[in-house]
């Protein structure tokens, strides 16, 4: 899938990576929602922790803040 942004407010991006991260997002500029095409992660902020395995759909308002983690088969 390519990019795709619908008005302002919603984005679909294509990640791929190879390794196991994380990332701190001080404060999302828009909606995202992020669909698991492999590998799993883990999302934290200070009202609730998610985890989300490879087929799932995560949806991430505006404005959280959060701390993400990626995790991914290497093979």
Not at 18 to 44: A, D, F, K, M, W
Request: aromatic share 14%.
């Amino acid at each position: 899938m390519e990019d795709i942004l619908f008005s302002e407010n919603l984005a679909f991006n294509t990640y791929t990576s190879r390794h196991n991260y994380n990332h701190r997002q001080p404060s999302t500029p828009r909606n995202y929602l992020i669909y698991l095409e492999e590998g799993s992660c883990r999302i934290v902020s200070d009202r609730i922790t998610l985890e989300a395995q490879a087929g799932d759909l995560i949806y991430i308002p505006k404005g959280l803040q959060y701390h993400s983690f990626w995790f991914c088969d290497t093979k």
